[in-house]
């Protein structure tokens, strides 16, 4: 109603055509304009006519609509008034009147400012085109978003996946080495059994003693259980006697391999309580996982060769018995 009651004064008053609501907003907005110009456009009429400068005031109060300061729009103005002295002034055929002043310088600004609505409308068309722009733009986004959010989770389900079967290899890894464990286990024990059945077949164990000293036996005697009918290996037997030959007579040894080294006194005891001893040279000893054993032909061929040998040491003890008797009888006979 307000816009209505402003155009429809001015239009009666100045006998203006405004049937168009476009041009009667602009006459509405151009008149605001004037009213708050007004006492800016008195101010640069009075500024013009104290100076005397020859200036026109509608293009200064122009300058000043745009926004110029009075003095700035004045001093702009100043070099056109060179130019118009320079250039004859035109006839002018009847004069302007002060209101043909004022209506000319309301339709500038009618027109300034269907300018700044054109570009105003310009603008916000450009601007209009470009929210569209980024906001397809925006969209395109998003759905890029959710494309590389999807692709992200594929690659973290994946990831997942991933260590599941990694973890899933490890665990079969460790069953696989337990079982190959379990295997190789088995196969060993397998290998020891036949080992040991061959060992039963066709080697006789021997019992180890370090020292043939009463502590060496007693060493032995604990670990290997040295008892009736064992085959002794005497590793070292230097230093035993008749009393730890005896030892061994009685505890029931059928056998003992030992190094001719021993003491007579020894041998000696060994022999009258039936052990028969063998020299380590007359056999051959295999050591398996670290124990000796004597195949039962080597035991018998060392045996023989201890038989031989004690009926070697029977003969040459009788023959020295014989030798000593036929010695004793020269010796009588002559004293006859």
Known sequence: MEKQEVARDYVEKWKMDMADSHCRDALVAAIKAFNHYRSKFDSVEGELEARNLGLHAEEV????????????????????????????????????????????????????????????????????????LLEAKLCGLQEALKVERRTEMREIRKERDLQVLQHGISVLRQELELARRQVSDIQN????????????????????????????????????????????????????????????????????????????????????????????????????????????????????????RKKLEAEEAFKQLLEEYKKERRLNGERA
């Open 61 to 132: 109060k122009a300058l000043v609509v745009k926004g110029y300061s009075i003095q700035r729009a004045i001093e702009s103005m100043l070099p056109q008034i060179q130019v118009r002295k320079e250039t004859p002034a035109p006839i002018v055929e009847e004069e302007t009147t002060e209101d043909d002043l004022k209506i000319q310088g309301l339709r500038e600004t009618v027109v300034f400012y269907k300018d700044r609505l054109e570009e105003a409308t310009k603008t916000n068309q450009r601007l209009a085109a470009q929210v569209k």
């Open 189 to 308: 024990r397998q290998v020891a059994a036949k080992d040991e059945e061959t060992i039963a077949k066709d080697l006789l164990p021997l019992k180890p003693v370090e020292n043939f000293t009463r502590s060496g036996l007693e060493q032995a005697f604990s670990p290997h259980e040295l008892k009736s009918g064992d085959i002794v290996l005497l590793l070292d037997s230097s230093g035993g006697g008749a009393s730890t030959a005896d030892e061994l007579v009685k505890r029931g040894i059928r056998t003992v391999i030992s190094r001719p080294n021993m003491a007579s006194q020894a041998l000696e005891t060994l022999e009258k309580g039936g052990v028969t001893v063998v020299w380590a040279e007359d056999v051959v000893v295999e050591w398996i996982n670290e124990l000796p054993y004597l195949r039962k032909e080597e035991l018998l061929r060392g045996i023989n060769s201890a038989e031989k």
